[in-house]
């Protein structure tokens, strides 16, 4: 209610005494895109130059910050990523780690736009303390730019409770292909506590490894080593066995 209340605020804002053109396009857009108008495609193409100028700048991240719609927040988002202004950076951030699934679309999209060094550090951040959605969504976008950096935080979030989400994590650990994910992924593989899905996702990942360095195969043999004793796992053993071998 608060945040409809702002949101509602700023509108008014933006209506009353507004002369600039850029406060008259950006409040006729948002008004438009509110409203599921098709002439918002039209006000947009006709003052496009103005609606992606740096005095619109404040006015999307108010938008995005403060407005009710995820249609709103999603065009906000967007012409952000055009301007390519990185005083967007924290609001875009913060609008991937809470925003509905196409907000994070395109605040992801602007991040990147405007500083793919930004947008790492945004996808870590929301990975470790974002959404459900915005975790998955950032784990393929980390995956995509193959974050090395990224993967202690991916490791931590493959022993998350909630399975696809530790899959996720997974796969994406396996998916920036570097040696340094062999650690994380043969320690999963080897825990106990783990839910044996996991831990065969963890030895699957860490073949798709072999041949980037020695410690895929070093890792793949302290599995096999260490869960030797374990019992009710004789499935486990075989694929990690399995893969070793397929790794030398």
């Excluded at 913060?94 to 736009?113: F, H, I, M, N, W």
């Excluded at 409770?161 to 650990?173: E, G, H, M």
């Excluded at 920036?176 to 963890?202: C, F, K, M, Q, Y």
Aim: charged share 20%.
């Amino acid at each position: 209610m608060y945040r409809r209340f702002i949101g509602a605020v700023i509108l008014l804002l933006l209506a009353v005494g507004c002369g600039s053109p850029a406060q008259r396009a950006v409040n006729q857009l948002i008004e438009e895109v509110a409203l599921a108008d098709p002439m918002a495609s039209v006000t947009y193409n006709q003052n496009r130059e103005v609606l992606e100028s740096a005095e619109a700048l404040p006015l999307w991240i108010a938008a995005l910050q403060t407005s009710a719609s995820p249609e709103v927040q999603t065009w906000a988002a967007r012409l952000l990523g055009r301007i390519g202004s990185p005083e967007a950076v924290p609001a875009l951030s913060e609008a991937l780690q809470t925003g509905e699934r196409d907000v994070q679309d395109a605040a992801a999209s602007a991040l990147v736009l405007i500083s793919e060094e930004e947008a790492e550090e945004a996808f870590i951040t929301a990975v470790r303390d974002g959404n459900r959605d915005a975790k998955i969504h950032c784990l393929i976008d980390l995956e995509k730019m193959g974050s090395v950096k990224a993967i202690p935080v991916i490791a931590d979030t493959a022993r998350a409770p909630d399975a696809l989400l530790a899959r996720s994590a997974i796969t994406a650990l396996a998916g920036i292909g570097s040696p340094e994910a062999a650690v994380p992924l043969a320690d999963l593989a080897i825990d106990w506590t783990v839910a044996p899905e996991v831990r065969e996702a963890a030895i699957i990942g860490l073949g798709r490894l072999a041949g980037t360095g020695p410690e895929v195969t070093e890792n793949l043999q302290r599995i096999v080593t260490e869960i030797e004793g374990q019992e009710g796992i004789e499935e486990l053993q075989a694929l990690a066995q399995q893969t070793l071998d397929a790794s030398q």
